[in-house]
């Protein structure tokens, strides 16, 4: 059985850092696109992160460059999410996903984690 479990998320005041980790099991995921999309009530999903397993291919959605790294660690099958310069608009649920790539739907998700920045 895939899981893609969530670890990380907290308050946090603005300027702040967290650390999000998503420990995935239950499948190899070479192959595969990993994701962190994150929403907010009343907000459409973004995706705000991807990062092919092979970590040859990243994206980062315009409204975190330059203040997220994601990075993946194949030995510990652990995909993260370095969140630098934290906005209270960065508070939301943020979840770890998985998709075959060159494929759009993502396969796996995980619960979310949430993350709250003060102002």
């Known amino acids: 059985q895939v899981q893609l479990v969530e670890s990380g998320g907290g308050l946090v005041q603005a300027g702040g850092s967290l650390r999000l980790s998503c420990a995935a099991s239950?499948?190899?995921?070479?192959?595969?696109?990993m994701a962190w999309s994150r929403q907010a009530p009343g907000k459409e999903r973004e995706f705000v992160a991807t990062i092919s397993w092979s970590g040859g291919r990243i994206y980062y959605a315009d409204s975190v460059k330059g203040r997220f790294t994601i990075s993946r660690d194949a030995a510990k099958n652990t995909v993260y999410l370095q969140m630098n310069s934290l906005k209270p608009e960065d508070t939301a649920v943020y979840y770890c996903?998985?998709?075959?790539?060159?494929?759009?739907?993502?396969?796996?998700w995980g619960q979310g984690t949430q993350v709250t920045v003060s102002s």
């Open positions: 996903a998985a998709r075959t790539l060159g494929e759009l739907q993502y396969d796996y």
């Open positions: 239950g499948r190899t995921f070479s192959g595969y696109v």
